[in-house]
Nanobody, 121 residues
Framework: VQLVESGGGLVQPGGSLRLSCAAS????????IAWFRQAPGKQRELVAA???????NYADSVKGRFTISRDNAKNTVYLQMNSLKPEDTAVYYC????????????????WGQGTLVTVSS
């Protein structure tokens, strides 16, 4: 089982980025997926999650700005991030498990290596 994130980078405040999480070694459609982030000096936090059925959940801080989606045919999950703010700066990780409660509790079975998002002018 492997998760590989991509799409991070430097963006100005108000800009957009789309992160991708490509899965290999398993069929993503059977799994719940979440995006977490960890800013310097802070604890890792849940950003968004999606069940195998497509139901979504978002942290209050990103509601209305971020969208999580999945493309089961490509075995990939996306995080579209709009109206980015400096406080969104963090390393973003995707994580997966067959158990949605385990994913949202931050104890999924599998993690990606992370991708850095920096929001700065």
């Amino acid at each position: 089982v492997q998760l590989v994130e991509s799409g991070g980078g430097l963006v100005q405040p108000g800009g957009s980025l789309r992160l991708s999480c490509a899965a290999s070694g398993f069929t993503l459609e059977d799994y719940a997926i979440a995006w977490f982030r960890q800013a310097p000096g802070k604890q890792r936090e849940l950003v968004a999650a999606i069940t195998s059925g497509g139901s979504t959940n978002y942290a209050d801080s990103v509601k209305g700005r971020f969208t999580i989606s999945r493309d089961n045919a490509k075995n990939t999950v996306y995080l579209q991030m709009n109206s980015l703010k400096p406080e969104d700066t963090a390393v973003y990780y995707c994580a997966t498990d067959t158990s949605y409660p385990a994913v949202v509790a931050g104890i999924p079975g599998h993690w990606g290596q992370g991708t850095l998002v920096t929001v700065s002018s």
